[in-house]
């Protein structure tokens, strides 16, 4: 073994001591406060463990690596538990208040979906896995938030993105008919969400060693957490509001917009009608033209059936 390779080994070392001895002194304080804590169990790079109070769960996390320790806390943070356990650990230093900015992982994977808001055509959920390499190239081409570019930008940025990103993306659409089944199903698109952004994360870890994730917030980050599967269980999660500062986020938005406009083009084809993206008057109109030149069938089949435009057509 080098003097490096040892000295690498015995820092590691070191760090992984210090985060068990730190989730193991968090434990003690939760403990003597009253709340249920499990035993710590030790993934390949954190100790995690449950916590709880009454029907209420948090998980706790230290993690170890080159970057130091980190300690996060996975749960609801809009419950009075969460709370609680943020000021016992923090201080009152919520952390809450520290997610709403990080800084950009050196690599990680961003997701991001297209699709949500529209009452025609498919959900589209991408992710994208950037190191210090890929993500240098794509800010070059100037990758950004897909609502602030046009069409045409969106499909010449997008062809960039692939080719820099060659095995390093993965997209899931949810046509409508499948959609309307899940959230027939489910009741609840936020849970579809979940599903795609972990399927996405899941699918890129396959070959990428990604230990963070950053997704764009669209609810409880409990949605893609317990979507998320053996893989995916012990990445860092970042969920954020306006994540697409963030460049894999923003490449993601872009792959996912443009499969979701493809969609489109390819109706326009098939149909000879426009199909109007969004939830407006205009997206009413050609709602009621589909439904009278093909009928109720074919217009369930394009459209997400929970909209209240379905009342207002139907």
């Not at 996390?61 to 538990?81: A, E, H, P, R, W």
């Not at 698109?189 to 764009?216: C, M, Q, T």
């Not at 490449?251 to 917009?257: D, K, N, P």
């Not at 009278?292 to 394009?302: D, I, Q």
Request: proline letters at 2%; glycine letters at 8%.
């Amino acid at each position: 073994m080098s003097i490096f390779a040892a000295k690498k080994l015995v820092w590691m070392n070191t760090s992984e001591q210090k985060a068990e001895n730190l989730i193991a002194s968090y434990i003690e304080l939760i403990r003597k406060n009253g709340y249920q804590a499990g035993a710590p169990e030790k993934k390949q790079y954190n100790f995690e463990v449950d916590i709880k109070e009454n029907q209420t769960k948090l998980k706790l996390l230290v993690y170890f690596g080159s970057k130091g320790i980190k300690t996060v806390i996975q749960g609801n943070k809009d419950s009075g538990f969460y709370v609680k356990v943020s000021e016992l650990l923090f201080g009152g230093k919520l952390f809450k208040k520290e997610s709403l900015e990080i800084h950009e992982p050196e690599s990680y994977i961003g997701t991001d979906e297209s699709g949500k808001g529209d009452y025609f055509g498919p959900l589209v959920i991408c992710g994208v896995y950037v190191d210090k390499e890929t993500s240098a190239e794509l800010k070059k081409i100037g990758v950004r938030d897909s609502k602030e570019l046009s069409e045409n930008s969106i499909r010449k940025i997008s062809s960039e993105i692939k080719k820099i990103s060659a095995g390093k993306f993965s997209l899931v659409v949810i046509n409508p008919e499948k959609y309307n089944q899940l959230h027939e199903r489910v009741g609840n698109v936020n849970r579809i969400l979940g599903w795609g952004h972990a399927k996405v994360i899941e699918n890129l870890l396959e070959n990428n060693p990604a230990g963070e994730a950053i997704s764009d917030k669209f609810g409880d980050e409990s949605y893609i957490r317990n979507s998320l599967q053996e893989k995916g269980k012990n990445i860092l999660l970042h969920q954020l509001t306006k994540a697409e500062r963030y460049t894999a986020v923003a490449a993601a938005s872009i792959l996912a917009r443009e499969k979701f406009s493809d969609w489109f083009d390819v109706q326009k084809q098939v149909l000879g009608i426009e199909l109007q993206k969004g939830a407006s008057v205009m997206v009413e109109k050609t709602a009621n033209e589909i439904k009278n030149r093909f009928g109720e069938a074919k217009l369930k089949e394009l459209v997400k059936i929970h909209f209240k435009t379905t009342k207002k057509i139907i």
